[in-house]
């Protein structure tokens, strides 16, 4: 299984912006859809953005559609978030996940898990 490891998270204002990234090793970064989710204190673990293998295809959830971007650099081996325009309601532990599929992606199943990266944003 690939390991991910995610940095970038950290305190910021309402309205800022934020880039989430998450370097992965351990496997072929180009054979694994990617995403990233979030969780809230006392919510679950929700789907947050999802990329394709080749970055040619990028799914949203409706909360952050026009504000969060997903990239990816498969000769970096990482995928980012950038984060703009951000809200008190974004506040939670991000993490990347790696999947076979955009699918499982979606589903919020991937097959390895990051540790996690905590954004905190301020009224």
């Known amino acids: 299984q690939v390991q991910l490891v995610e940095s970038g998270g950290g305190s910021v204002q309402a309205g800022g912006s934020l880039r989430l990234a998450c370097a992965a090793s351990?496997?072929?970064?180009?054979?694994?859809?990617m995403g990233w989710f979030r969780q809230a204190p006392g919510k679950e673990r929700e789907f947050v953005a999802g990329i394709s293998w080749s970055g040619s295809s990028t799914y949203y959830a409706d909360s952050v559609k026009g504000r969060f971007t997903i990239s990816r650099d498969n000769a970096k081996s990482t995928v980012y978030l950038q984060m703009n325009s951000l809200k008190p309601e974004d506040t939670a532990e991000y993490y990347c996940?790696?999947?076979?599929?955009?699918?499982?992606?979606?589903?919020?199943?991937?097959?390895?898990w990051g540790q996690g990266t905590q954004v905190t944003v301020s009224s």
């Open positions: 351990g496997g072929t970064f180009s054979d694994y859809a």
């Open positions: 996940g790696a999947g076979a599929t955009i699918l499982i992606i979606t589903a919020t199943l991937p097959d390895s």
